[in-house]
């Protein structure tokens, strides 16, 4: 709920402290990274540098995304707060892209998280996508219509009770590692690089880099790969493949992306007991399973036929807790205002 009026910004998220700010003091501020109130104000700035005049405004928000496990919380917060603000300061048919982006630069620059575009772009779109960020100003968006809800499976999240507070370091190594892959061939980025150029000069680039940065280099260029065998599985209709394939996106991102758990807490490794877990429940029913989100601690993501669904709640549950496995449904609107 939201609406415009007085003087100040005032977001009330359901179970927290009220926000509350000066529309007219929107630059970042020291100490404020980490908090809501450093998404709002970063929005909000983002939305008055592409013209919205931004007020005043109250708004109350209710959530059952699980903070910090993993499940875009932020990012699905920082569309929410951009559609509200330009729905009542602008003309309301902002691109959805454009707010992701906006969100994106709230959470790196006011927040302090080095996240990419994913997250905040899947919020603002909704629904099974396929995004391409070669051109980061201009992501290609392409949204795969696939109906969920007939494919005879659940799609849940198993909550293993690791928080990501505190990881960013781990997450900054990722992309920083990858750059420095691309470095090796003059590029910025490794999506500029050749998959065969880069198995060529292996042995140079990880003298160069390291052994970390080229297994994680190894992922993203399979993952890219697996990307386009999902969507094309997705729109044909082969929902066994795109199974597969996200077994396989799993096990790549486990062996290679080293995201599972934190090197720096090798004792907490709640993600890897629930992937593990998942393949002693799912390997013979045809099920998959993998880390959701940007792992290292949180959430597994699991894809279970409905007729397993029962039992396999009670084992995970058994383990994590009451609560533990929730289903989730596929929405297939992004973020809309709805009154």
Same mark, same amino acid.
């Given at each position: ?59 109350y928000t209710q959530s059952d995304v699980l903070p910090g496990s993993g499940l875009s919380s ?125 198995? @060529?000069?292996?042995? !140079?680039?990880? %003298?160069?880099? &390291?052994?970390?940065?080229? =297994?994680?280099?190894?992922? $993203?260029? #399979? ?52 992937? @593990?877990?998942?393949? !002693?429940?799912? %390997?013979?029913? &045809?099920?998959?399973?993998? =880390?959701?989100?940007?792992? $290292?601690? #949180? ?41």
């Amino acid at each position: 709920m939201a609406s415009a009026g007085g003087n100040g910004i005032t977001v009330h998220s359901e179970g927290f402290s009220p926000d509350r700010l000066n529309p007219a003091e929107l630059m970042p501020r020291a100490g404020e990274e980490g908090s809501s109130a450093a998404l709002i104000r970063g929005i909000c700035a983002g939305m008055a540098a592409r013209g919205r005049k931004i007020g005043g405004f109250r708004a109350y928000t209710q959530s059952d995304v699980l903070p910090g496990s993993g499940l875009s919380s932020s990012a699905a917060f920082e569309v929410l707060i951009g559609r509200i603000a330009d729905d009542l300061f602008g003309s309301g048919d902002a691109d959805p892209v454009r707010i992701a982006q906006i969100g994106q630069d709230a959470e790196n620059r006011y927040f302090g998280k080095p996240c990419g575009l994913m997250d905040q772009t899947a919020c603002a779109v909704g629904g099974f996508a396929m995004i391409d960020f070669q051109d980061a100003k201009q992501p290609a968006v392409e949204k795969i219509p696939f109906d969920f809800s007939g494919c005879g499976y659940r799609l849940c999240i198993i909550d293993t009770k690791g928080s990501h507070a505190g990881l960013t370091a781990d997450y900054a190594a990722i992309p920083e590692e990858m750059r420095r892959v691309a470095a090796c061939f003059g590029k910025t980025l490794l999506s500029q690089v050749l998959e065969e150029e880069f198995y @060529a000069d292996l042995a !140079r680039v990880r %003298s160069q880099t &390291g052994d970390r940065a080229v =297994l994680r280099a190894i992922h $993203f260029f #399979g993952d890219n790969r697996r990307v386009a065998q999902q969507a094309a599985a997705l729109r044909e209709n082969r929902f066994a493949d795109f199974l597969a394939l996200v077994r396989e996106s799993g096990r790549s991102s486990f062996m290679y992306l080293q995201n599972v758990y934190s090197p720096s807490r090798v004792e907490e490794q709640g993600v890897a007991l629930g992937l @593990a877990l998942c393949e !002693r429940l799912l %390997s013979g029913c &045809g099920g998959a399973w993998r =880390l959701h989100g940007g792992g $290292f601690a #949180g959430t597994v993501q699991a894809y279970v036929p409905k007729k397993e669904f029962d039992g396999f709640r009670r084992e995970a549950e058994a383990v994590f807790g009451p609560g533990s496995c929730v289903p989730l449904a596929v929405r297939t609107a992004g973020a809309i205002r709805i009154l």
